[in-house]
């Protein structure tokens, strides 16, 4: 039987599909399980982590729509080599989709030159809803507050307002900010304390999946075993985080001390004796400029995970559609808003 080295952790409010999704990804960044190699059965993955088989299997459906594990009828289930790769198999797909729609519009007498006008009409207003729309995403970590905000406003076009969670109690107007936007956003770590904080807008919260960038896992993992690493960040909260994703990983054998403190002195000293230094994107410069040559630099940085801003963006664009509605309810046909004769 394959092992399966990870585990489920039921009070990070991360869903369990998500959680065997990332785990599974990340074994497969670090080269754990390998191109070709055949993966856990759905039965005996759910029966070792004690969950359902269904929640396997949305894990497994979602990792093979992103090209990670193929399933194979009758063999079982492998991770994808490279030659099987979903980023070719999707344009593919989408350029049949294209294909289809300009056969349609031929059919009913629009020209080549027609279709690339509507369409590009249409990407126009996708565009323009999206940029009505505000959001606001709330994370208890400055460390990387703003960079997440930027990440989700350019993957899904919508204005960002980042929001430090423990400002929401000190400070009423940024409260009341977060009060009127649009759309509430949040990482599944917060999302219950959000959703407690503003019960009347349930329907509006949502809740998003952070990823470490593979290629930050895939160098740690690469690092001999008992390594000695120097962890520097500005906050514990991220450092935790940080450890319990290397954890899900599957990297074990680092001797990793972490340091939050802004003594020049005493970080040049704890740098001395490592052989690689982990370092979140608010500090990189800073201990850039002191790690010595022989010392690998690893830059750790989160982002939302691709179908977190998919959902995001279906769900603004959902929302953008019932205001619309309303709109016109409101307002009654052969009127617009703002009109007052």
Request: aromatic share 6%; hydrophobic share 40%.
């Amino acid at each position: 039987m394959v092992d399966i080295p990870f585990e489920i952790d039921r009070k990070s409010g991360l869903p369990i599909h998500l959680q065997i999704k990332r785990s599974v990804t990340y074994l497969i960044a670090c080269n754990y399980w390998k191109e070709g190699q055949k993966l856990p059965t759905e039965r005996n993955m759910a029966a070792k982590l004690g969950v359902s088989r269904n929640t396997v299997s949305l894990a497994y459906r979602q990792l093979e729509n992103e090209g990670l594990i193929t399933s194979r009828q009758g063999r079982g289930t492998f991770v994808a080599e490279a030659d099987e790769s979903l980023g070719t198999g999707k344009r593919e797909r989408f350029a049949k989709i294209i294909e289809a729609a300009l056969e349609n519009a031929l059919s009913l007498g629009l020209s080549p030159d027609d279709f690339l006008a509507m369409a590009q009409n249409c990407v126009e207003q996708r565009h323009q809803a999206l940029r009505e729309i505000r959001i606001a995403f709330l994370e208890c970590n400055r460390e990387q507050l703003d960079y997440f905000a930027r990440e989700i406003e350019l993957g899904t076009g919508v204005r960002v307002m980042p929001v430090l969670i423990a400002d929401l109690e000190s400070n009423q107007e940024v409260s009341s900010v977060v009060s009127t936007a649009d759309l509430i956003v949040t990482t599944f770590f917060h999302l219950d304390e959000v959703c407690n904080k503003f019960p009347d807008r349930q329907e509006e919260i949502l809740g998003i999946a952070l990823d470490p960038v593979i290629e930050s896992v895939v160098k740690i993992a690469r690092l001999p075993h008992g390594a000695r690493v120097l962890l520097v960040c500005i906050s514990e909260a991220f450092a935790e985080r940080v450890l319990k994703s290397i954890a899900l990983a599957g990297i074990q054998e680092l001797e990793v001390q972490i340091y939050t403190g802004r003594d020049p002195q005493l970080l040049r000293e704890m740098l001395e004796d490592k052989q690689a230094v982990i370092v979140s994107p608010g500090r990189l410069k800073e201990v850039g400029s002191m790690a010595s040559k022989g010392i690998q630099l690893i830059e750790f940085i989160y982002k939302p995970d691709a179908g977190s801003v998919n959902l995001l963006r279906s769900s603004v664009l959902e929302h953008r559609k019932s205001n619309s509605k309303q709109e016109a309810i409101n307002y009654g046909p052969g009127t617009t808003v703002g009109d007052n004769s």
